[in-house]
């Protein structure tokens, strides 16, 4: 979370004195003022918090001032658990904590970390070459070389940490003066974004550090990642003989691109807005923890043609992926729908596993963004992945998806998403309630673990007047919608009775899974679905019932765990323990039904409720809503059936003797005891 909505959320501001601040701040930048006065300068000024209450702040953000004695200069740094000492950049000197917080202005971020850690060897060996070594880097290895920029994986002796390093290519010399200018203006131009880039913390934005010059090189420096390019896993996927990734798990593509979008959003709403002009799947890269992150933000604007008689008229992008606007040389007329069409591209090839438009020359390409209406996915699928002879499994293109992917590539950006959020929030729509479900045509749905009986390879195709929301969202989150469909197949004749007494076994541990994710919300909707059908062929079973009955209980404690979360002051921790690691040092500042919200240094992570470890998340609740209030108890004591954390479990359900809910506590005791 950024420190201006901390102090909102913190009470120490309203929404309206950050708004009136940030513009005050957003008159400085245009003016140029140097040093730009800080947020927290300007509020500090303005009388709206004080110099205490702003280092607090800093503080809940792993951040703190420091001071140099001797250049007398304050500067704001990263608390890091890794640093034992921080250094002056201009003297050397040790930098400290000054006595007293009573004036917060700070020149630079700009310090010398000193490492706890040895230098890695790599690192070492390298330092020996002088040609190695770069002002305050230190080379390690080419990692990437485009017609604008070649990128090093790099060492920062600064920063302690490894960064990817863009060297930009000169300009080539030209003999016309206005070229020439052009060229330089282009080049400024790039880096003046580039260091408005350096402001954007977001969880899915890849961070630039720094922006200057060594000798006649230009630079950017930003984060290393491990990671894979969207790009690389869409032909990874074709050189398998798929269409792309996203049919191997639309759920999990789509809760990418929704991330994608809300990172995009933050940008074109900083102080200067940034508009990335260049999104397509290269510049996307996803860690091996599967979060995406946008590369080059501000920064992989290129010149790539001019179209002819338009001498003034600066193309910058990918032509496969660009705007009409931008395609045409029409720079007046980018704004965010600009970065809507190119998420509209990034959506386009991951369901049809090409761009929107190709040819054989940049001209080419961009006539048809400006002149030619995309062909509709589906119709484009047809083409692409099933032509005749070829052995590719056959998918079909999610109707919404769709529609959502055409409105993004409308020409007009009128006629487009008004914003990054408003489709981010459409396809968080698609997540919670579309009634769609991807096929593969070619393979039959079988619940898993059962034999293959006739009806289930004739399976009933639903009605469309019911919703099968859950189907989708189960597939979203990892489990199978197979087990929904095979069960409505089953539907016709009461010969085929057993089979649904044998699917709700089957049914019932799958909805155990998502409460054991917290993903409460699904479970009753699936279980409405289900619900539904069963109440025409099994009438007397009360198992719909005793789902609902157990979801509801720690659906009623999850709603008031979200609000205790949401109140001052909120969660903090100092090991977070997720299912695949442990965050350091966290504080939860905001929860919904989907995920929360946690601030780490100056990190904000967005983290689904199934991320949490269920131990974790059960200290979460106890320490958030207390032992006070009997549903609540029964809802945790629940929830630790379904995660098989016994003695908390019966520690709760016999803590509910002598209470009103003492009856259902014994039935859910006989549960454990039976498992």
């Known amino acids: 979370m950024d420190f201006g909505h901390l102090l909102v959320e913190r009470g120490l501001i309203t929404s309206k004195e950050l708004d009136e601040a940030l513009a005050v701040q957003r008159r400085y930048i245009v003016e140029g003022r140097e040093p730009l006065p800080r947020l927290g300068e300007i509020l500090i000024e303005r009388g709206s918090v004080s110099e205490q209450e702003v280092a607090d702040a800093l503080g809940a953000q792993r951040k703190k001032i420091l001071y140099c004695s001797t250049c007398k200069i304050q500067v704001n740094v990263e608390e890091r658990a890794d640093v034992a000492g921080y250094q002056c950049v201009r003297c050397g000197g040790e930098m400290q904590a000054p006595e007293e917080v009573n004036d917060v202005r700070v020149i630079d971020t700009s310090v010398i970390f000193i490492a706890k850690d040895p230098v890695p060897k790599e690192v070492e060996a390298a330092a020996a070459d002088p040609a190695r070594k770069m002002g305050k880097y230190i080379l390690l290895e080419e990692i990437g070389r485009g017609g604008a920029?070649?990128?090093?994986?790099?060492?920062?002796?600064?920063?302690?940490?490894?960064?990817?390093?863009?060297?930009?290519?000169?300009?080539?010399?030209?003999?016309?003066?206005?070229?020439?200018?052009?060229?330089?203006?282009?080049?400024?131009?790039?880096?003046?974004?580039?260091?408005?880039?350096?402001?954007?913390?977001?969880?899915?934005?890849?961070?630039?550090?720094?922006?200057?010059?060594?000798?006649?090189?230009?630079?950017?420096?930003?984060?290393?990642?491990?990671?894979?390019?969207?790009?690389?896993?869409?032909?990874?996927?074709?050189?398998?003989?798929?269409?792309?990734?996203?049919?191997?798990?639309?759920?999990?593509?789509?809760?990418?691109?929704?991330?994608?979008?809300?990172a995009v959003h933050y940008a074109h709403t900083r102080q200067v807005p940034l508009i990335h002009c260049d999104l397509k799947p290269s510049n996307v890269i996803i860690d091996t923890n599967w979060r995406p992150y946008i590369l080059d933000f501000g920064l992989a604007r290129e010149l790539v043609a001019e179209r002819p008689g338009q001498e003034e008229a600066v193309v910058r992008g990918t032509p496969s992926y660009m705007a009409p606007e931008q395609a045409s040389g029409q720079p007046e007329l980018i704004d965010a729908r600009t970065d809507v069409y190119g998420l509209g591209t990034i959506l386009y090839e991951l369901l049809v596993g090409r761009a929107p438009f190709t040819g054989g020359s940049a001209l080419d390409v961009l006539t048809k963004v400006v002149h030619t209406t995309p062909e509709p996915p589906s119709s484009m699928l047809i083409r692409v992945a099933h032509p005749e002879g070829l052995g590719i499994r056959r998918v079909t293109v999610p109707p919404s998806l769709e529609r959502i992917c055409l409105k993004c590539l409308e020409k007009f950006p009128a006629n487009r998403f008004p914003s990054a959020n408003a489709l981010a929030d459409e396809l968080e729509r698609v997540l919670m309630s579309e009634a769609h479900t991807v096929r593969f045509d070619a393979l039959p749905f079988i619940a898993e673990g059962m034999a293959e009986?006739?009806?289930?390879?004739?399976?009933?195709?639903?009605?469309?007047?019911?919703?099968?929301?859950?189907?989708?969202?189960?597939?979203?989150?990892?489990?199978?919608?197979?087990?929904i469909l095979a069960f409505l197949s089953l539907r016709p004749g009461a010969s085929n009775v057993e089979g649904l007494r044998v699917q709700l076994d089957h049914l019932s541990r799958k909805f155990d899974e998502q409460v054991a994710a917290f993903q409460v919300e699904l479970a009753r909707g699936?279980?409405?679905?289900?619900?539904?059908?069963?109440?025409?062929?099994?009438?007397?079973?009360d198992w719909v019932d005793r789902q609902i009955e157990s979801v509801e209980w720690v659906r009623t404690m999850k709603a008031r765990l979200i609000a205790a979360l949401n109140r001052k002051p909120g969660y903090r921790v100092r090991d977070f323990r997720l299912r695949d690691q442990t965050l350091r040092d966290v504080e939860i500042v905001h929860a919904d039904e989907r995920r929360v919200v946690a601030v780490r240094g100056e990190r904000t992570n967005d983290i689904p409720w199934s991320a949490i470890e269920p131990e974790q998340l059960t200290d979460m609740i106890r320490t958030a809503l207390g032992s006070a209030n009997p549903a609540d108890r029964l809802g945790l004591a629940i929830y630790c059936i379904k995660t098989r954390q016994r003695s908390e479990a019966e520690e709760l359900l016999r803590s509910l003797n002598g209470t009103d809910l003492e009856i259902p506590s014994r039935a859910y005791l006989k549960e454990l005891r039976d498992k």
């Open 453 to 483: 009986p006739a009806a289930v390879a004739a399976a009933v195709k639903p009605s469309p007047a019911r919703r099968l929301a859950p189907a989708w969202f189960l597939l979203g989150a990892g489990l199978a919608s197979a087990v």
């Open 526 to 541: 699936g279980l409405d679905e289900v619900g539904a059908v069963l109440a025409q062929e099994i009438r007397e079973d």
């Open 149 to 262: 920029a070649i990128v090093h994986r790099a060492w920062d002796t600064y920063l302690h940490q490894y960064v990817a390093l863009k060297f930009l290519k000169p300009p080539p010399e030209s003999t016309d003066p206005h070229a020439k200018a052009r060229q330089e203006s282009m080049l400024l131009d790039l880096l003046k974004e580039a260091r408005h880039a350096i402001r954007l913390r977001h969880p899915n934005i890849v961070t630039t550090y720094d922006v200057g010059r060594i000798d006649k090189l230009f630079y950017i420096a930003m984060d290393y990642l491990n990671g894979q390019s969207l790009l690389h896993l869409i032909r990874q996927s074709k050189e398998k003989g798929g269409v792309s990734p996203f049919y191997d798990d639309p759920g999990r593509f789509v809760i990418l691109l929704r991330d994608l979008c809300r």
